[in-house]
């Protein structure tokens, strides 16, 4: 995909002023990135996305009941297994041009190992989970859709809380796309393909006590 867009680029016949132009943008761009890492705190849920400074509202509990009862789970099968660390929601991602906070994301041990305990931004996760709203689902179906799977992150799932469902993606990295591995509701369980062995039902997401019962099964 990447190659195909950089030959009907080069078939404009004013590439040079373009080129300009997007240079004299992104020096503008980066100036402002650095704005919004000198004023922003650790008490702010913000992101940097094509030039502009995104800050995230309350979620509602459909929401953070997902990201809760996943993280957990993500968590301590992490833990147990030594196979890395799993963040949520306020690790900020810096890739080559914009900063995410997904809302759940793990990297591997060879990543995460490398990580030290004053470290506020950090590399292209293997993992990452977004849970859809209204305000993000536009976003997470876009911008981060595609500048995820360019940057690597093998595995991408997007979890809608009030339909409760969950669209696995994988990683094609010749392509530098997603594809999509399958959409899982209600009695279905789902097996992550970067995280090993780790399979649970979908309503463990969604249930509370399901999770519960899913914990103690995974320890």
Avoid at 39 to 51: H, L, P
Avoid at 172 to 196: C, H, K, N, W
């Amino acid at each position: 995909m990447a190659s195909l867009q950089l030959d009907q680029l080069m078939e404009a016949p004013n590439l040079p002023i373009l080129i300009e132009e997007a240079q004299a943008a992104l020096r503008a761009e980066a100036q402002k990135r650095q704005i919004f890492y000198n004023t922003i705190t650790e008490d702010q849920k913000a992101e940097f996305i094509n030039g502009e400074v995104i800050m995230h509202s309350p979620v509602k509990e459909r929401h953070w009941t997902a990201v809760g009862n996943l993280y957990r789970l993500l968590s301590a099968y992490a833990i147990k297994h030594k196979l890395g660390r799993v963040a949520s929601e306020k690790a900020m991602i810096t890739l080559t041009r914009n900063d995410y906070e997904p809302d759940i994301c793990f990297w591997k041990a060879e990543k995460a190992d490398t990580f030290t305990s004053e470290q506020m931004q950090y590399p292209a996760p293997d993992f990452i989970v977004e849970v859809l709203s209204k305000g993000t689902a536009k976003r997470d179906r876009g911008v981060k859709f595609t500048d995820y799977a360019a940057h690597g992150v093998g595995e991408y799932w997007l979890v809608n809380p009030g339909k409760q469902t969950v669209e696995q993606y994988t990683l094609d990295p010749e392509m530098e796309e997603y594809e999509l591995a399958g959409t899982f509701a209600g009695a279905d369980f789902i097996v992550s393909r970067q995280i090993r062995d780790f399979r649970i039902p979908v309503q463990a997401m969604f249930d509370e006590r399901i999770s519960l019962e899913t914990l103690i099964s995974l320890l």
